[in-house]
T-cell receptor, first 116, second 109 residues
Framework: GAVVSQHPSRVICKSGTSVKIECRSL??????MFWYRQFPKQSLMLMAT?????????EQGVEKDKFLINHASLTLSTLTVTSAHPEDSSFYIC????????????FGPGTRLTVT | GQNIDQPTEMTATEGAIVQINCTYQ??????LFWYQQHAGEAPTFLSY??LDGLEEKGRFSSFLSRSKGYSYLLLKELQMKDSASYLC??????????WGAGTKLIIKP
C-alpha cells in the first residue's frame, strides 16, 4: 500500500513554456502533499506544502507565481512550472501524507525536468 | 534554528559494516527517518525511530538517542547495490521533515 505516482517521469521543454507535473496517491487519501526540488548532488529542498482544498504554503524563496500548486482532491496534486527557464531544470519529487500516519511521507518516483 | 548534520561521503568495502551518523537540532521532535536514494531516483523508506534504542531490520539497523540528538544507520554485509545516498530526516513539532544533506556511500569491491 501507500503508492504515489508522478507523471511525467521525464520532460524536456523550451524556455518560456509551462510544464505541469501530476502527483497521485493511488491507494490512500493524501490529506497533505509536499513538493520537493533536488539539484544534482544536493539534498531535497522543500518547495511547498499543500492541503486538499486550500492554498499551498510555500517555503521562503520559492516564487508562488512561478510554481503553481493545486491540490484539488485527496488523491491529486499538480505542480505547474510557469515560464520555465534553464535554471528550473531539476528533479522534482512529490510526497504524500495520509490520515493514518501523521508523520510518514510516501514519495513519488520523481520528475526530471530539463529546460532548453 | 533547525539543523541536521551527517557526513558528506563515506567509503566502505563489500561485505563489511558501515555506520552513518546523524545529529539533529529541531524545534520539537516527533521521530527520525532514514531514507536511501539511488542516483536519479526518489528516496525510499528505510527506518523510523521515535523511541531511544536500536531497531533492526535485516541488514539495516537504526539507532536513536533523543537526549543526545543523535542517530545512526548501521549497514551490515555490504553489497555493491548499497552504494547510494542515505538521507537522515527529523520530524519537528509541526510534523515537518527537516532533511540532512545526505551521505553518499561508496562501496568498493
Amino acid at each position: 500500500g501507500a503508492v504515489v505516482s508522478q507523471h511525467p517521469s521525464r520532460v524536456i521543454c523550451k524556455s518560456g513554456t509551462s510544464v505541469k507535473i501530476e502527483c497521485r496517491s493511488l491507494d490512500f487519501q493524501a490529506t497533505t502533499m509536499f513538493w520537493y526540488r533536488q539539484f544534482p548532488k544536493q539534498s531535497l529542498m522543500l518547495m511547498a506544502t499543500s492541503n486538499e482544498g486550500s492554498k499551498a504554503t510555500y517555503e521562503q524563496g520559492v516564487e508562488k507565481d512561478k510554481f503553481l500548486i493545486n491540490h484539488a482532491s485527496l488523491t491529486l496534486s499538480t505542480l505547474t512550472v510557469t515560464s520555465a527557464h534553464p535554471e528550473d531544470s531539476s528533479f522534482y519529487i512529490c510526497s504524500a501524507r495520509g490520515e493514518l500516519a501523521a508523520y510518514e511521507q510516501y514519495f513519488g518516483p520523481g520528475t526530471r525536468l530539463t529546460v532548453t | 534554528g533547525q539543523n541536521i548534520d551527517q557526513p558528506t561521503e563515506m567509503t566502505a568495502t563489500e561485505g563489511a559494516i558501515v555506520q552513518i551518523n546523524c545529529t539533529y537540532q529541531t524545534s520539537g521532535f516527533n521521530g527520525l527517518f532514514w531514507y536511501q536514494q539511488h542516483a536519479g531516483e526518489a528516496p525510499t523508506f528505510l527506518s523510523y525511530n521515535v523511541l531511544d534504542g536500536l531497531e533492526e531490520k535485516g541488514r539495516f539497523s537504526s539507532f536513536l538517542s533523543r537526549s543526545k540528538g543523535y542517530s545512526y544507520l548501521l549497514l551490515k554485509e555490504l553489497q555493491m547495490k548499497d552504494s547510494a545516498s542515505y538521507l537522515c530526516a527529523a520530524i519537528d513539532s509541526n510534523y515537518q521533515l527537516i532533511w540532512g544533506a545526505g551521505t553518499k556511500l561508496i562501496i568498493k569491491p
